[in-house]
């Protein structure tokens, strides 16, 4: 059964950082590629970040890059995303999934096979 754990979520003031982890267990046969969605109160799901298997390649959204880094360390199942001078807009709940094709740029849910319970990001003004 394969799990995906995020943490690193909470209040922060805008112009603040703050970094998600989400680990990932059980048994995954591929060389996956994974990324991070959020989702604010009264929005759909939006893509946020990619990263292919190797770390090697990254695929950012328009509205994060410059601020948000993703990144990912294998040999502890885990991938990470740096979130630097937060705003407002940024609050929402944010998700990690895994994408067993390991495609590394798919900004589409459907995409993704498996996918965590989320944590919440607060930035207040």
């Known amino acids: 059964q394969v799990q995906l754990v995020e943490s690193g979520g909470g209040l922060v003031q805008a112009g603040g950082s703050l970094r998600l982890s989400c680990e990932v267990s059980g048994r995954i046969f591929s060389k996956y590629a994974m990324g991070w969605f959020r989702q604010a109160p009264g929005k759909e799901r939006e893509f946020v970040a990619a990263?292919?298997?190797?770390?090697?390649?990254?695929f950012l959204a328009d509205s994060v890059k410059g601020r948000f880094t993703i990144s990912r360390d294998n040999g502890k199942n885990s991938m990470y995303l740096q979130m630097n001078s937060l705003k407002p807009e940024d609050t929402a709940v944010y998700y990690c999934?895994?994408?067993?094709?390991?495609?590394?740029?798919?900004?589409?849910?459907?995409?993704?096979?498996?996918w965590g319970q989320g944590t919440q990001v607060t930035v207040s003004s």
């Open positions: 990263i292919t298997w190797s770390g090697a390649s990254t």
């Open positions: 999934a895994v994408d067993v094709l390991g495609r590394g740029y798919s900004q589409q849910q459907a995409d993704y096979n498996y």
